[in-house]
């Protein structure tokens, strides 16, 4: 059975699931869609075209769902889609997307702590963690199993691969490639995430293989293109190794140093 506050102004065309708690004066407008076993805590805004996965919760003055801030946008029906079990934190503002994607979209499992920010069209992945005040621009990507350190700006179109960890206070202008560590500034490789990926039970081949195929790419001189190959050539059987070059094919933005 929901709970719902009698000072929340729910509009009769929202979808509510069961067993869902809305907190004092929040707003959930028409066409928002929200699955079972959700928590809404107190003066949360819903906007129209937001969908909350199950088991969320979304605490004290969140914002999610308004108008991208973009001044080419005019009015076109677009959503925010949030996966199941993500907690979103006190005044964190999430955006709905631009024509470009027509979607924003958050995966499971994910934490965006307090005062962080998600902009139109931005794409993140399942157990993605958002520290306090991280910003991220338009069209920003991030893949599973990132975690990013707080009050640091991430620039539009930015790519930020799997399994990397970006330290706090830092600014990301440019792609992160994925497993690895990234501090300093200007932003730079710090070495492979070791201790994350032994927790998620990456073999001492696979740690081998990346932080050989990171040597390639980083110390021997090689242009991006010369190591793509030379990687490509070395570690056809590792996953992640293809992963990794995958990424490094489709770097827009050019990738940390």
Do not use: W
Request: net charge neutral; glycine share 10%; aromatic share 8%.
């Amino acid at each position: 059975m929901s709970e719902i506050h009698p000072t929340a102004i729910i509009d009769s065309k929202a979808e509510i699931g069961n067993n869902v708690s809305v907190g004092p004066y929040t707003i959930i407008d028409a066409d928002v869609k929200i699955a079972d076993n959700v928590k809404i805590g107190p003066h949360v805004q819903i906007a129209s075209g937001t969908e909350i996965g199950e088991g969320c919760k979304i605490y004290k003055g969140a914002v999610l769902g308004t108008e991208p801030q973009d001044l080419k946008f005019e009015n076109e029906k677009t959503f925010l889609v949030i996966g199941k079990n993500t907690t979103i934190r006190e005044f964190a503002t999430l955006n709905r997307a631009t024509t470009h994607s027509y979607y924003t979209r958050i995966g499971d499992n994910c934490l965006l702590m307090a005062y962080s920010h998600v902009a139109h069209d931005c794409h993140i992945g399942n157990n993605v963690i958002l520290a306090n005040s991280v910003n991220l621009a338009g069209h920003v990507i991030i893949e599973d199993f990132v975690g990013i350190g707080g009050l640091t700006p991430v620039h539009q179109f930015v790519k930020i691969g799997t399994q990397s960890f970006i330290g706090g206070g830092l600014r990301i202008p440019k792609d992160v490639p994925p497993y690895i560590l990234a501090m300093g500034e200007p932003l730079q490789f710090a070495g492979l995430n070791k201790i994350g990926l032994v927790r998620r039970g990456f073999t001492e081949e696979t740690l081998s293989a990346l932080r050989n195929s990171y040597k390639i790419l980083y110390r021997q001189n090689n242009t991006i293109k010369e190591a793509i190959q030379i990687i490509s050539e070395s570690y056809t059987s590792i996953p992640e190794v293809m992963h990794l070059v995958d990424f490094l094919k489709n770097c827009d933005r050019g990738i940390i140093r």
